[in-house]
Every structure is written in C-alpha cells, then in structure tokens.
C-alpha cells in the first residue's frame, strides 16, 4: 500500500471519529517550544531540523496525555511566510520533516494533521498580486504536506474568512478531509461581523469537513461560537486559547487553569461539539484533563491512562459475564434478592426516590427527619449525592449507614468517578458492600469546578460505564483481574441518562452500553418538554430497564432561569418559562413548579416505572406534593 493509500483509509477513518464524538486534537506546540527554551524570536518551524528530537518529545507528549490527532509543526511553514527568515528555500524541507517526526510519534495510533496557517495578507491584499503569491504559497505548501503523508488538512486561526474559503476549495482537491477552523473577534463575530452560523454554512460551502474554530480567545468565547454551528449537522471543533494572553514581541504567552479549561470540554461535548483540542497556551497537562472528559463521551477512543478491565471469570467458573437485558439474563430474578429496591423493581412496583444530600456540616438530624417524613408519606427511598456539585460533603456512605440504622430505609448512594482512583473506587465499595449498603447510581461525575479549593483535581481513572463493568463483575464474584472472589457482591445498578441531551443519538447508544455494563435501572435528568420525554421513553423502551424519571420542580423564575442557561441537558421551553415569570409574580411560584412537574409525571404514565424528585434547595415537601396520589402513605410503627 502506498503512502497516499494509506493516509486515504485513514482520512476516511477520521471522519468516521469526527463524526461519532469525543474526538481529541492535541494542544499548542509554539507554546511548548517557548516553555524548553526556543526563544520568541526564531522561527519555530525551522525547529524541526535544528532540534527534531525537540519536536519529536512535543508530540509525544501530547499522544501520551492522550490526544488522539497530532498537528505538525507547520503552521506557519509556507513559502512567503519563511521569507520572513530568510529561508524560503527550505519550505519543502521542513515541511516533509515535520510531517515524518509527527508520524515517527504517532505511528499508527494517532491521526497527523498537516497544519496550515493564515499567509497574514489582509482582505484588501487577497485579490492583488501579493494575494495571489499568498494563495499559492499556501497550496504548494498543502501538497508537500499531503505528499509526505498526512492524513488530514487543518486549515487554522485563519482571520480573513475568503482567503480560509479558497484554501478549502483549493485543499479539496486533493481527496483528503479538510479542516476549517476561523478566528472570530473577541465579540463574537466575524471580522466583517458574520455570525458563527454564517461563517459554518460558508466553509460548509466550500468543502470543509469539519467546521470550527480555534485561537481568538478563551473557553468562554469559543463555547459561544461553536455551540451555534453544530445545528448545520457537520462535525464542530472547538480549540480555545488557555487563560488570558500577554502579549510578548508577537507572541501569546498564557497563564493557564487545567480544571476551569477541563469543565469546558465537557460543556462543549455536551452541547454537541464532536471535536476539540487546545490552542495557544495549552499544555500536555490540558490535553490529559481533556481526555478524561473525552473519554466520558466516547469509552472506545484511545486515551492515555487505559485501565484494562477483565470482564470475563476465571477458569472454573461457568461463563462470561453476561451483557444482556435484564429480561433476557438470569440477572433479573436475582433483582430481587439484592435489597427491598430490587425486589420492588423486580415486581413491577411504581418505585419513588427523593435526593436528601449531606449537610454542610456534621448534623443529621433534619435529614434524618426529612426522609423519615418521605418514607411516611409513601416514597420507596431516597438518594444520596457524592459531592454534589463538586462542593466538600461528608461522605455520602456515612450518611446512608446513619439514615438506615435511623429509620430502615435503604438509600441509593451515588458513586461518582470523578474523586477516587480506580484503586480507591474499588475500596470504597467494597467497604459500602460490608456496611449494608446495596443500591447504587454510578456516574462519572462533572469535572471540579473553581472554588475554596482550586488545586483539587479530578481522577475519572474511570468512567460510569467502565465501572457499571466492575460492579457487574463484583456481583458476579468476579474482581477487575478475573479472578474469583471469595462471595459475590450484592449491588442493584442504576445509572443516568439525559432525555434532553444535545446528540440524543449518541446518549441512547451510550446508554445501551451502560445497560450491556450491567445497569439494573436508569434515573433520568429532568426534562420539561413533553415531547422530549416522549420520544426518549418510546426509544428507551427497546432497551428493556426500567426508567425513573427525573423531576425538579422549580422553585421560581429565577431557579427556572438559573436551570436553563447552567446546566446541560435542561433547556426549558419558553412557555414553562412564562408560567413560572406570572407565577413569580402572584406569589404562587412553589404551586406552579410543582404543577408542572405533575402535568409531566402524568404524560409519561405507562412508560414509566418510577419518578426521581430532586427538590430545589432542599425542600422535600415539594416532592411529596408532586407525589400526591402517586404513592400511599405508610401506617404509622409502633
């Protein structure tokens, strides 16, 4: 197979990747070159003949943190630009070896991506003579680069949207995928004030497989940007600038945040964004708190910290763990024989939870009371929250343990991935398994937010599905390794899912996997558009688990608008929004909220086998309003 061939199979195998999600690019190399002592002003591109092992460590670096697209060191690679530095007779040559040191790191396991950047002629200039030499400049500069070997063309940081235009058309010719990433202005928009939408259906135009844009500022201006063009239907990047710049002889130098740059990513990939990477000021440790999140999206891609997990039993045993619908398995009769939760899905009880989350401090007793009340009332159970938002709790599993010797009711505990290692996890739950704790809701958990601790760091050396896995082992007897373990485990499995989601197909697929994982039960997000519900209930159905919808009766205009614009997957539609502004007025907002949420509990009758309140602000009275003639109230104990 020759160079061009291969490089074929695997552009089409990019668009595959770009297409399914979760896609990461690597971060910027400029910056790593200032950081081991290429000063500011020499060329970096000619760096990859002076100093190839430099280049060579840079993109090591970036594959090991986990990036799975390697951009060579070519931006600024083309003949006009060269000239600057005085060499234009070596063009030819530094691209053809910045391709090959890319391709030495990457190998087989990463895509390389020949990297072009603006020739830095203005719009006036484009259609004059000096625009013409820059054009050409750039498409001799894209064939060697095609001719070395990539596998793809990123057309980046271009400011001048005609000249990023012509070069797709022009880079089309060539039968390779083509990236088209434009620089927006600090507002927004184009720098002839075009919309994000208008610039995506332009470069869509022109040929570009994949849409984005890059440079120009930080993760806030790039959500803003490219969030509108994934409405087109084209893969989206998005690349942000990592911290504020200072600008030193012509050169970006950022001050970067790995944890703030970290819960970007997941707001992107949540918003429907397919592919991301970094931009100036990005280092290698971004690109590793980025493949955490990324690996959240798309469990298959290649990451760094790969934690295999032996799903099969050792020898002796009878068979492969089984990755079958409760229905179909064995696993369903022995539902009911995990915990009280168990039995009464089993059953085919309407099953109810209300979350009562830890205290801020060290005192139980309005939480003690406050499920005693639910459980009176008629709900089956509560939930607990692990950190919920990121924020310092006392540990759920104490808290469960002291509910239950309380009251006797069996919580569902939530196990987030995102504070312990795969070591620790293993532990933890463990431990929860000998202190009687039975019912669980894995989750992968969002990335730490800023805060009172702004060094603490997210481990997801796993995420909900990989640990789903380990979980269905340990019910099975069986450890991560494969080797038997002295009893199996007793867990009922549940596991999240959001109706609402931005790319609903690709939440349902991972969904399917979170069931063949071994999720005895889903708990959803709550959404308030019926129809969403309606079309998510009708197609998870096929899936065979039974489904808790999440409701969260709203509070107030403000906690309804609070919702909408912070956290992904709950867009409320504007009539809900408008009922809860006029309900706000009256001084009625708490009736109204809890109105809504019944009106939505009633239109998911029959596809449902339980509800999952989440009462704002800890008011759990209002779950037990939505419930009304939902549940029975239990007789009183003697």
């Known amino acids: 197979m020759t160079s061009q061939e291969s490089s074929?199979?695997?552009?089409?195998?990019?668009?595959?990747?770009?297409?399914?999600?979760?896609?990461?690019?690597?971060?910027?190399?400029?910056?790593?070159?200032?950081?081991?002592?290429?000063?500011?002003?020499?060329?970096?591109?000619?760096?990859?003949?002076?100093?190839?092992?430099?280049?060579?460590?840079?993109?090591?670096?970036?594959?090991?943190?986990?990036?799975?697209?390697?951009?060579?060191?070519?931006?600024?690679?083309?003949?006009?630009?060269?000239?600057?530095?005085?060499?234009?007779?070596?063009?030819?040559?530094?691209?053809?070896?910045?391709?090959?040191?890319?391709?030495e790191v990457g190998s087989e396991h990463a895509f390389i991506a020949g990297s072009v950047g603006p020739s830095g002629v203005t719009l006036d200039e484009l259609s004059r003579p000096?625009?013409?030499?820059?054009?050409?400049?750039?498409?001799?500069?894209?064939?060697?680069?095609?001719?070395?070997?990539?596998?793809?063309?990123c057309l980046e940081t271009f400011p001048v949207l005609q000249e990023l235009e012509i070069m797709v058309e022009r880079a089309k010719e060539y039968g390779v995928p083509i990236v088209a990433l434009y620089t927006f202005q600090p507002d927004g928009r184009g720098s002839e004030g075009q919309s994000p939408l208008a610039v995506a259906q332009r470069l869509i135009e022109a040929g570009a497989d994949v849409i984005g844009s890059n440079c120009g500022g930080g993760p806030e201006l790039l959500y803003k940007v490219t969030t509108p063009m994934v409405e087109l239907g084209y893969p989206v990047l998005a690349q942000a600038n990592a911290g504020r710049p200072e600008l030193i002889e012509g050169r970006s130098i950022y001050i970067a945040n790995h944890e703030y740059f970290s819960v970007y990513t997941r707001r992107l990939?949540?918003?429907?964004?397919?592919?991301?990477?970094?931009?100036?000021?990005?280092?290698?440790?971004?690109?590793?708190?980025?493949?955490?999140?990324?690996?959240?999206?798309?469990?298959?891609?290649?990451?760094?910290?790969?934690?295999?997990i032996n799903t099969r039993e050792p020898q002796g045993l009878d068979s492969a763990i089984p990755r079958l619908p409760l229905a179909d398995s064995e696993d369903h009769s022995r539902l009911a024989e995990r915990s009280a939760l168990g039995h009464a899905l089993a059953r085919g009880d309407f099953v109810t939870s209300v979350e009562v989350n830890p205290p801020l401090g060290f005192n139980l007793s309005a939480k003690i009371e406050?499920?005693?009340?639910?459980?009176?009332?008629?709900?089956?159970?509560?939930?607990?929250?692990?950190?919920?938002?990121?924020?310092?709790?006392?540990?759920?599993?104490?808290?469960?343990?002291k509910v239950t010797s309380e009251t006797g009711v069996e919580p569902i505990v939530h196990v987030c991935c995102r504070d312990r290692s795969f070591l620790g996890l293993q532990s933890h739950l463990l431990g929860a398994h000998v202190m009687g704790i039975r019912n669980l809701v894995v989750i992968t958990g969002d990335p730490p937010k800023m805060g009172p601790f702004p060094h603490s760091t997210g481990v997801y050396d796993l995420d909900s599905i990989e640990l789903l896995r380990v979980l269905q082992g340990y019910n099975h007897g069986v450890d991560p390794a494969g080797k038997e373990m002295p009893e199996p485990c007793s867990f009922v499995l549940a596991t999240g899912a959001e109706p609402a989601a931005s790319d609903y197909t690709h939440e349902l697929r991972r969904l399917e996997m979170?069931?063949?994982?071994?999720?005895?039960?889903?708990?959803?997000?709550?959404?308030y558009d019926p129809k969403q519900v309606e079309r998510f209930l009708l197609d998870a159905r096929e899936l065979n688990l039974p489904i808790l919808m999440g409701l969260c009766p709203l509070a107030s205009f403000r906690n309804a608008?609070?919702?909408?614009?912070?956290?992904?997957?709950?867009?409320?539609?504007?009539?809900?929004?408008?009922?809860?502004?006029?309900?706000?007025?009256?001084?009625?907002?708490?009736?109204?909220?809890?109105?809504?949420?019944?009106?939505?509990?009633?239109?998911?009758?029959?596809?449902?086998?339980?509800?999952?309140?989440?009462?704002?602000f800890g008011r759990t009275y209002l779950a037990q309003r939505v419930l009304e003639g939902w549940i029975t109230p239990r007789e009183p104990s003697h």
């Open 8 to 103: 074929s199979n695997l552009g089409a195998l990019f668009l595959d990747r770009a297409a399914e999600g979760g896609l990461l690019f690597d971060g910027a190399v400029g910056t790593q070159l200032y950081e081991r002592g290429i000063f500011l002003n020499q060329c970096f591109e000619q760096v990859s003949i002076t100093q190839p092992r430099l280049i060579k460590q840079v993109h090591r670096d970036y594959f090991e943190a986990g990036a799975e697209v390697l951009t060579t060191n070519t931006f600024g690679a083309n003949r006009m630009r060269l000239a600057q530095h005085g060499l234009e007779n070596m063009w030819k040559e530094i691209n053809r070896v910045s391709v090959q040191l890319a391709k």
């Open 130 to 153: 000096k625009g013409r030499e820059a054009l050409q400049s750039l498409t001799d500069q894209i064939q060697v680069l095609i001719e070395a070997g990539v596998d793809l063309i």
């Open 269 to 308: 990939l949540k918003a429907g964004i397919k592919v991301v990477g970094g931009c100036c000021g990005t280092t290698p440790a971004h690109i590793r708190k980025m493949a955490n999140v990324t690996r959240m999206f798309n469990p298959q891609s290649r990451r760094s910290a790969n934690i295999q």
């Open 370 to 401: 406050a499920t005693r009340a639910l459980y009176q009332a008629g709900v089956s159970t509560i939930n607990i929250a692990d950190g919920p938002r990121a924020s310092v709790r006392m540990s759920n599993i104490a808290m469960a343990q």
């Open 514 to 527: 979170k069931r063949d994982a071994g999720a005895d039960f889903v708990m959803t997000q709550p959404v």
């Open 561 to 616: 608008i609070f919702l909408h614009e912070n956290v992904p997957g709950m867009k409320i539609p504007d009539a809900i929004l408008n009922r809860m502004r006029e309900a706000d007025a009256q001084g009625r907002a708490e009736a109204e909220g809890v109105k809504i949420a019944r009106e939505s509990l009633e239109a998911a009758k029959g596809l449902i086998q339980g509800a999952y309140l989440m009462p704002p």
